[in-house]
């Protein structure tokens, strides 16, 4: 009994073999059954259409004003004042007198600079006739030529000492409040006035280091900028940018940008706050997924699919933005580019394309 039961376990498993290397089932699987990924079959890959979109971009600062030209005049000697020529939001010119201080010890310093000079002036004069005749030495005209010099600068120092008792303007401007009377006796360091030239109006922000790429001198003009302040309600004014720093702040991690408002009315004063909107004018690119964009020894590219199989471009990424990148290449509107699987793509190869779903 036992013996048969051997036989029949031992024909058993002959015919599992047998039936496992048929040459119609391999595996439990029919020959003529198509492998799953195998050559044959197309690879997927995530597909997207190609936008034109525009690298304008805009930025929101806040700045603060400051003059064209602005000063503070203080005093240069110790000295009462006489005269103060000048009121509170006065036009000046550079040049005009606002202060005047007691100068009459000056004045009759210049006076007798002036009469050595003139005595001085006469002496060389007959010396210099008297010479040619032999009537004195070179060596005596020689001393009356530096007396005459001598003088000369004497007058020279006069002059400069009543100078620094006139207060002038630096440069044509607009002057401030003062608290000089006549009077009262100044010395250097004490403030007279301010004085600013407010024709055109500065203001500088600064802007994020993400920005940066957008700005250079080549492209200023491309710049529109639009600055209003809560002084003047209800009007916008039109500024130019005019410097951009040579470097960023570190700290900040932003760029300086000096930018001129044109003040023609009068209406802006220094120290004012300014909102800016800073709009730069860009172009009009080929706008992809980031995750689209690959790169080898040659440069960055994409996988396009044209006519139903992969095409490589060859692209150049003008700009990023907010996970997408604009290229600048052979590509179109509406054309379809790979944004997932593109590793496994060759030249040429047929695809299977999935929308992505997020779209």
């Known amino acids: 009994m036992i013996k048969r039961l051997v036989y029949l376990f031992v024909f058993l498993l002959i015919a599992g073999v047998t039936y496992s290397f048929s040459p119609t089932f391999v595996g439990n699987r029919p020959l003529d059954m198509p492998k799953q990924g195998g050559k044959g079959a197309s690879p997927k890959v995530l597909v ?19 003059a064209d030209k602005s000063a503070e005049v203080f005093a240069i000697v110790d000295e009462k004042v006489t005269k103060v020529l000048f009121k509170p939001q006065q036009r000046v010119n550079k ?116 920005l940066v790429s957008q700005l250079n001198t080549s492209n ?18 039109q500024a130019r940018v005019v410097a951009l720093d040579s470097r960023l702040n570190a700290e900040k991690r ?56 992969a095409d490589r471009e060859n692209v150049r990424v003008a700009d990023r933005r907010q996970g997408r990148v604009f290229l600048e290449g052979n590509i179109k509107e509406g054309e379809i580019v790979v944004i997932e699987g593109g590793l496994r793509l060759s030249e040429g190869i047929a695809v299977e394309q999935v929308e992505d779903p997020l779209q």
């Open 48 to 66: 997207e259409v190609v936008k034109l979109e525009s690298t304008a971009s805009s930025f929101g600062a806040v700045a603060t004003g400051w």
């Open 95 to 210: 040049g005009d007198l606002l202060v005047q201080q007691d100068d009459r010890e000056e004045q009759l310093a210049l006076r007798l600079a002036e009469v050595q000079l003139k005595n001085t002036k006469s002496l060389l004069d007959r010396y210099k006739q008297a010479v040619g005749k032999g009537a004195v030495p070179q060596t005596q005209v020689d001393s009356a030529q530096a007396d005459f010099e001598a003088a000369q600068v004497a007058v020279d120092q006069a002059r400069l000492a009543i100078s620094r008792h006139q207060i002038r303007a630096p440069f044509s401007g607009v002057v401030g409040i003062t608290d000089i009377d006549p009077g009262q006796r100044i010395g250097p360091g004490v403030l007279i006035t301010g004085i600013d030239s407010r024709e055109i109006i500065y203001v500088d922000f600064d802007v994020p280091e993400a």
């Open 220 to 237: 200023m003009d491309q710049i529109q900028l639009i600055a209003s302040t809560p002084s003047v309600p209800g009007k916008q004014f």
């Open 254 to 309: 932003s760029l300086r940008v000096r930018a001129n408002i044109n003040n023609p009315d009068d209406v802006l004063r220094p120290g004012m706050s300014f909102a800016v909107q800073m709009a730069v004018r860009g172009q009009i690119l080929a706008s992809v997924p980031e995750i689209a964009l690959q790169w080898d020894r040659e440069g960055s590219y994409v996988w396009m699919i044209r006519d139903g199989k």
